[in-house]
Structure formats: structure tokens, C-alpha cells
């Protein structure tokens, strides 16, 4: 998404401040803010910013707009965003107290990063850690795998009004999959394609590959996906290996780690490998140096190659949509202003009890209906 019109802008914060009335905290909130910062990114941290004091904005790096960037540096403190701090307790530690020593703060977090350091952070903080919101299904499982939460933890992760932008993600990455994959003069049809996970994005992906012509296979490790993929006319594996093997196109969509070092051996010659999320969550690409020599094969396509087998991965294994903005239009404004939601639900006085949370059903109808009166493109 380029920059916003300036009529959107003001259709978006209006929207914002209509969703988020009902939640005036009723303590001094601060937040931490790790985001995709996209292009329309900057009206989302003007909202943030009316219920809570913005400690820091920590940009994902594959995602970030420079006229986004531009228009929030010397506004809001902005800093680099390194897993390895937040997976060390004490350096995690040591940075919450930089930027937010002795106050009630919330974390909004993208992919579990806080989540190895939490309960470090709950007992060690010298201010007060209100709780933290989730955006992301791998988000979501780092934090459900630590057991007993010392927190509270709303996740939007498998809310309703992700759907719309789980479904438009979908859309972008085979349209930018497909983009670079034209860049060096082939084409998707031809090439039967494998999906690897079926969750939301993965259904998504499988069902535009299909609208393009192109044959897939659809693997998943739970065997309940597999039937739905199966009843919704696409092929199944039952084995990660039968699944790659003579696929032209791979496209990976668990928000785990879905190729290892052994698999890559696995792939068709000249196949391309593309990934819906970080290369360090989907692809053990690092495992193959000194296997394969790489070298570049086109606008952000690289060539792994040794002797009798080569193949090509996408964005350096990244999420392949964001070369092209990663645009889902409006309705990425729902999945914002649940956060938001969730963030005035975290700074009401009453708080929340230690454990995974959700909105209600009740909240997100009222939030879904207040987008289309803006949003539906009827009036």
C-alpha cells in the first residue's frame, strides 16, 4: 500500500476513535509496539498512541515503509527489533526498564517475541506489566506453549475479523510468488505447486493457486486439515516428502519450521520455495551453508545450487508478499482495532486474570459493524 489520501486518513482515524470510545483507561497506560510497519501503519500508532503512552515503536524488518518510518521517527522512539534480545531475560529486561522503567505498560507483540523472557519480565519488571496482545497464530502458539502465563495474553490471532485479512494475505503472497517468478521468464502454469499448511493462510494460498490453473498438493500435519483440504478438491499428502516431490512451486504456510535441512535434498530441481512469514520460523536455510553455493537469480530471487540439484527461494526465505506492500486494504483496520480493543481492555483498573485471552463475541460484532459503516463502500 502506497500512502494514504488524505480522505482515508481521516476515514481511518474517525473509524479508529468510534471503535475504540467505549476503552478510556482508567490508569496510566505505556506500550511497547512491534509492528509491520506498512504504509498505513502511522494512522494505527496515532490510535494506539490516545489510549496509551508509546514507549517505543520496534519495526519488523522485512516490513518496514521508509515514508512510514519517516513520518513516526521524532515522534515516537523507534528501535530495532532483535529476537535474541527478547529471548535473553536479562537483556529483555534490561530494555523494558530503558524505555519504560516504573510504569504500567502492555506489550503488542507480532510473533511471540516476549514470550521466552515473560515471566522474567512479570517478576523483574519495576514497573507494572499489564499484559500483552498477540496479532499472530505463531505469536499464539509461543505463548499457549508456555504452560501457566503470568499475565494475562489477549491473542486476536483466531478472531473472526482475521479472517478478511488472512484471506487478502493469501491473495498477496501468490501474487508476489508469482511476480518474481515471471521476473525470470517462467510462469506458475506447468508447475504443480505444494502447500504446506492449511490453516487460514494456507487455504487461502491453495484456493488462488487453483484460480490460476495450477495443480496442488496440500499437506498438513494434522490429518483433520487434510480431510478439508481433500473435501474442498485438492490433492493431499500424507508425508511431507510426497508432498514436494516433483512440485514446481512450494509455498510454506505453518508459521513453524516447515522445510529442515534433510528436505531441501527432497526438492525438484529448478523449483521455487516461498514462505509466508520470516525465513528463521519456516526454512532451515541456514543448514545448507556450505552445502549449496548461492548466488543471485533475479529481483529477490536466489539460486541454490550443488552438484545435480538446484533450486530457488523467494525474498531470501521472508515473507514474499511484503516486496509488494502486503496491502489488504481497509479491512486490516478490523484486526487493529481489536488490538486496540484489547489494549483498553488491558488498561481498565479491574485488570484480567494470568491465562490466554480473547474479545468477546459482543465487542467484535460492534467493532465489525462500526468498519462497515465506513468501510462497506456503500456510502
Known amino acids: 500500500m502506497t500512502a494514504l489520501e488524505d480522505f482515508e486518513i481521516s476515514r481511518a482515524e474517525a473509524f479508529f476513535r468510534k471503535a475504540t470510545a467505549r476503552h478510556r483507561p482508567t490508569v496510566a497506560l505505556s506500550a ?11 494512522t494505527y500508532l496515532r490510535a ?23 513520518e513516526i521517527t521524532g515522534r515516537v522512539p523507534v528501535d ?53 496482545v498477540e496479532d499472530t497464530e505463531n505469536g499464539h502458539q509461543r505463548y499457549a506453549a508456555l504452560g501457566k502465563l503470568p499475565c494475562p ?19 498477496s503472497v501468490t501474487f508476489s510468488a508469482e511476480a518474481l517468478i515471471r521476473s525470470r521468464g517462467d510462469i506458475l502454469q506447468g508447475r504443480p505447486a505444494a502447500v504446506i499448511g492449511y490453516g487460514k493462510l494456507g487455504r487461502s494460498i491453495a484456493a488462488m493457486l487453483h484460480s490460476r490453473h495450477v495443480r496442488v498438493t496440500v499437506y498438513d500435519s494434522d490429518p483433520v486439515r487434510r480431510t478439508q483440504a481433500l473435501s474442498q478438491g485438492f490433492r493431499t499428502a500424507s508425508t511431507l516428502a510426497q508432498a514436494i516431490a516433483g512440485a514446481g512451486v512450494i509455498v510454506c504456510a505453518t508459521g513453524n519450521l ?3 535441512e534433510d528436505d531441501f535434498a527432497r526438492v525438484t530441481n529448478g523449483a521455487y520455495i516461498a514462505s509466508v512469514t520470516s525465513s528463521d520460523d519456516e526454512l532451515e536455510l541456514e543448514a545448507l551453508n556450505g552445502l549449496y553455493e548461492r548466488a543471485p537469480s533475479g529481483p529477490h530471487v536466489t539460486r541454490y545450487a550443488r552438484t545435480g540439484h538446484y533450486f530457488y527461494v523467494l525474498a531470501d526465505g521472508n515473507a514474499v508478499n511484503f516486496l509488494h506492500g502486503a496491502s489488504v486494504g481497509a479491512f486490516i483496520f478490523l484486526v487493529q482495532a481489536e488490538i486496540l480493543a484489547a489494549l483498553g ?5 479491574d485488570g484480567h486474570e494470568p491465562g490466554l ?14 468498519w462497515l459503516r465506513y468501510f462497506d463502500g456503500t456510502s
Open 80 to 132: 530495532e527489533l532483535d529476537r535474541s534480545v527478547f529471548a535473553d531475560p536479562d537483556r529483555a529486561l534490561d530494555y523494558l526498564e530503558s524505555r519504560a522503567a516504573g510504569r504500567t505498560l502492555v506489550l503488542l507483540d507480532v510473533g511471540g517475541y516476549f514470550a521466552p523472557s515473560l515471566a522474567h519480565l512479570c517478576a523483574r519488571f519495576s514497573g507494572r506489566l499489564a499484559g500483552v
Open 357 to 370: 485471552h480473547e474479545l468477546d463475541a459482543t465487542e467484535r460484532g460492534l467493532i465489525a459493524s462500526t
Open 153 to 171: 495474553v489477549f491473542s486476536v490471532a483466531r478472531s473472526p475479523l482475521k479472517d478478511p485479512e488472512d484471506y487478502l494475505v493469501g491473495q
Open 32 to 42: 511497547l509496539v512491534i509492528t509491520h510497519l506498512l504504509a498505513e501503519r502511522p
Open 48 to 70: 494506539v498512541g490516545r489510549l496509551a503512552e508509546i514507549a517505543a515503536v520496534l519495526p519488523k524488518p522485512k516490513s518496514i515503509n521508509p515514508g512510514a518510518l519517516r
Open 258 to 260: 516447515a522445510l529442515k
Open 345 to 349: 481492555a488491558l488498561a481498565a483498573s
